[in-house]
């Protein structure tokens, strides 16, 4: 398979987490695939309304690597509209004259390398001309908040599936519910878990998800291991990186 991979990286990013509210909105520490989606979207000139057509998870492949510490910081921000409050049993609304303000969860100095695949070769084509000669369309971000992404192409190279009882793992581990019971972390590792992490945008703004992923909070590969009598793990080889990678995608099942 022919994967494309490049390099995203910011002062800050903030991809929310769709069960936070409120004056605490919280990020995941690394972008999700439908965020990877948005920013390629844009580098490609393909509006939101597109994307669910133009990205079907069917016709996709997308691995995060994370190439520095996942590090999550408090940022002040000041807001316009003041929250809800209760009184006397009573849900008072938001009163947009009282402005208040709020921690908003970020992710500091990101940096990750985002490998990418798509069957549509016309559209692989471009975008490889886009991000080699630094020609967006829409300037991409890290997230949903005006944080710039300064992104920078690598190669093109070879992705081969592989499978092993016990892996070196460079890029986050997505993983289903099922899939979750059959494998585990090697105690070297420091990792943060995140759930509920988008995967695909469903017509009518319906998300479905990932369960559970894993990533190394140092930013170091992650080492993991098939539990006794379960199956080995699947996972892609990159032939000119020679990274071991696992797709998003392969929750979608």
């Not at 170091?220 to 990186?241: D, G, Q, S, T």
Request: net charge positive; charged share 25%.
């Amino acid at each position: 398979m022919e994967v494309c991979i490049f390099q995203v990286k910011g002062s800050h990013a903030y991809w929310k987490k769709g069960f936070s509210s409120g004056g605490s909105p919280l990020t995941f520490g690394f972008p999700p695939r439908t965020a990877v989606v948005g920013l390629i979207g844009a580098v490609l000139g393909i509006d939101r309304d597109r994307l669910v057509q133009e990205f079907q998870i069917q016709e996709t492949n997308t691995a995060v690597i994370p190439l520095s510490p996942l590090v999550k910081d408090r940022l002040p921000q000041n807001w316009r509209q003041g929250p809800p409050t209760i009184e006397k049993n009573s849900v008072k609304p938001a009163k947009f004259n009282e402005s208040f303000q709020a921690n908003l969860e970020i992710v500091r100095n990101p940096r990750f390398a985002i490998v990418f695949a798509h069957r549509n070769m016309k559209l692989m084509h471009e975008l490889v001309e886009r991000l080699r000669e630094k020609k967006w369309f829409y300037p991409p971000y890290l997230g949903s908040l005006g944080f710039l992404a300064d992104v920078e192409f690598y190669y093109e190279d070879e992705a081969s599936e592989n499978s092993g009882v016990d892996i070196v793992l460079h890029s986050v581990l997505p993983l289903t519910e099922t899939q979750a019971k059959f494998v585990r972390l090697h105690q070297d590792n420091l990792c943060i878990r995140e759930e509920g992490v988008p995967l695909d945008v469903l017509k009518g703004r319906i998300f479905r998800y990932v369960a559970y992923v894993y990533a190394e909070k140092a930013g170091r590969p992650l080492k993991v291991a098939a539990n006794e009598n379960a199956h080995p793990i699947r996972y892609m080889h990159l032939k000119r990186a020679d990274k071991n990678v696992v797709f998003f995608e392969s929750c979608a099942n």
